[in-house]
């Protein structure tokens, strides 16, 4: 990977190696289980443990994105979010915090009002028309990812001509509505798992070092996914070793950022793939 910086509230920090970004859910129906947590307590003790482990950004959702999740209202959402980032500022006031949200007006009101500090819209701007608009009036970095369709029907939504070329030219062309917006702090996310069928998924690990030809950091969220799970005929409990493997081809082909329900078994990847760089 290239270092890379990231203006969070006008303080740059910079990256000289993989950054590990821990996953909180507060919601009660995420696809893995022990990713869960149900109030203030929980997360302060989850946030605890991922900053003890080396966590250098943590991801907050409140919105399952997992097929047959049940649908999250607005208002849902924004509570539950509001209640997690105050759980997670109450642990440390530095660590950014990314929200993991595809609605415009609940990301403003996480970050003007909540204390978070980077938008990651698992829509890359599809589902709410005003999301582009919102990162560039409120200055904050972005997590660009691709998805087709709605995380209902995502998966009807696979037909590429060539997934890794297809993937790459959409994200470029939003990279490009993003620049002429103002928007420089963005954050590249493939999308593994989202209207990609299991073949098509590891071809784009096999290529990710294509989408560092973008110019930004590529952020590799694969944790305990079905990409895993399937291929290996096992359930998300039992998916950390797989995950690792996979995390660590991730950052043999570029990864700047993993997105990881299991900081520590992310930070040895990280720190074991640094060592066969610098040795």
């Known amino acids: 990977m290239n270092p890379f910086t990231l203006n969070i509230n006008g303080r740059l920090v910079e990256y000289n190696r993989p950054a590990v970004m821990g996953i909180i859910n507060a919601t009660p129906d995420s696809f893995y289980p022990g990713s869960r947590t149900a109030d203030s307590r929980a997360v302060a003790e989850r946030v ?65 009002e909540w204390g978070a500090d980077i938008i990651n819209d698992i829509s890359g701007g599809t589902l709410d028309p005003d999301m582009f608009e919102t990162v560039a009036r409120l200055h904050v970095p972005y997590i660009l990812m691709h998805m087709r369709g709605t995380p209902a029907d995502m998966q009807q939504h696979c037909c590429y001509a060539d997934v890794t070329a297809d993937v790459a030219a959409d994200l470029s062309a939003k990279l490009h509505r993003l620049s002429v917006l103002g928007v420089n702090d963005v954050i590249i996310d493939p999308g593994f798992g989202f209207s990609k069928t299991l073949e098509q998924n590891y071809r784009m690990l096999r290529e990710l070092d294509t989408f560092g030809l973008l110019g930004r950091p590529v952020l590799a969220g694969v944790s305990r996914k079905s990409m895993i799970t399937r291929l290996l005929g096992i359930d998300s409990e039992d998916a950390l070793n797989g995950t690792t493997a996979v995390n660590t081809l991730a950052l043999d082909r570029g990864a700047s950022i993993l997105r990881v329900h299991d900081v520590q078994a992310a930070r040895q990847a990280v720190e074991i793939y640094c060592a066969m760089q610098r040795f």
């Open 48 to 112: 605890r443990m991922m900053l003890d482990q080396g966590a250098d950004m943590l991801d907050l959702g409140a919105y399952s994105s997992r097929l047959g999740a049940a649908d999250v209202s607005a208002a849902d959402e924004g509570d539950r979010l509001h209640m997690a980032l105050d759980a997670i500022r109450s642990v440390s006031a530095d660590v950014p915090v990314s929200v993991d949200t595809f609605r415009a007006d609940v990301a403003e009101k996480a970050v003007t």
